[in-house]
């Protein structure tokens, strides 16, 4: 089927965006998008938000990274102490795909009631399945189904046969 971004604020980097459809084209309905490439403010923002929530939600439950995500929890709501929180983190390591442009969110149940692409729990578990099918990670959070995309692969072949004409240039001068 297809996709479609929530809105114009959602980015999404070309690979990302292939990957999306290769994804949208095994299923048989329509998905939205409604999160893809994020600066460190933005992935504060997203954080923030889950912990402004009634109950507040448990980042380590979402995160690989717990001391991250404890990190974050223990800045909030202090955005500015958060941002270089993330920007310490990203010095060694990717504490989200999203910050890498390998992570985007699709619409499940969120969006309010006039809202697109609401997922039915069978559709849910097709998207997963699917995803897995394609070697994506889908995570199921509580508004919303996250899904990393490995990193685009590297064309070997080219890089040796580029190694193999500089090599031969080398040797002729």
């Known amino acids: 089927m297809s996709w479609n971004k929530k809105n114009n604020n959602v980015l999404l980097s070309v690979y990302l965006s292939n990957q999306i459809t290769e994804l949208s084209d095994l299923l048989n309905f329509d998905i ?3 999160d893809g490439n994020r600066t460190p403010a933005q992935q504060v923002d997203r954080m923030f938000f889950k912990l402004n929530k009634v109950p507040p939600e448990d980042l380590t439950r979402i995160y690989a990274n717990d001391q991250f995500a404890l990190d974050i929890t223990a800045a909030y709501p202090d955005k500015e102490k958060a941002i270089k929180i993330v920007n310490d983190y990203l010095t060694y390591t990717l504490p989200s795909k999203h ?6 969110d699709i619409r499940t149940t969120g969006g309010g009631s006039s809202a ?4 039915s729990n069978s559709q ?4 997963i399945n699917k995803a897995n099918q394609l070697g994506f990670s889908p995570f199921l959070e509580s508004d919303h189904l996250h899904i990393d995309v490995p990193a685009q692969k590297k064309n070997v072949l080219g890089m040796v046969a580029l190694i193999g004409v500089l090599l031969w240039i080398y040797k002729k001068s």
């Open 124 to 127: 849910i578990q097709e998207v």
């Open 99 to 104: 910050l890498s442009g390998l992570g985007f």
């Open 116 to 119: 697109s692409g609401k997922l």
């Open 32 to 34: 939205v998008i409604t």
